[in-house]
C-alpha cells in the first residue's frame, strides 16, 4: 500500500472533480488499512500475561528453573539493617 504524498494530492486535485472521485477509493483503502494497523497495534498494547499466549517473565522462571537471588556459585550479599 502507497501512501499519496501531498504533491500527488495536490495534483489529482488540480485535475478536478472527476479525478478526486477516480482517487478517492485508493485513500479510503488507504485509510481503512491504516485504521486496521492501529487496531491491531493498540490491541498488542493492552496485552498481558493474563489475556495474551505469552506467559510473563515469573512463570518463566518457574519453569525454567530460574532463581531470582542471583547467579549461583556467587557470594550473597546480606545487607544489616539499621536501627
Known amino acids: 500500500m502507497k501512501l499519496l504524498n501531498e504533491r500527488e494530492v495536490g495534483e489529482i ?3 478536478g472533480k472527476e479525478a478526486m472521485v477516480e482517487a478517492y477509493p485508493q485513500m ?9 494497523r492501529v487496531s491491531r497495534l493498540e490491541a498488542l498494547v493492552h ?24 547467579q549461583s556459585g556467587h557470594a550473597r550479599l546480606e545487607f544489616e539493617s539499621i536501627p
Open 28 to 36: 479510503q483503502e488507504q485509510i481503512v488499512g491504516l485504521m486496521e
Open 47 to 70: 496485552q498481558h500475561s493474563q489475556n495474551s499466549s505469552r506467559p510473563s517473565p515469573k512463570s518463566l522462571r518457574k519453569k525454567r528453573g530460574w532463581r531470582s537471588e542471583g
Open 13 to 15: 486535485y488540480d485535475q
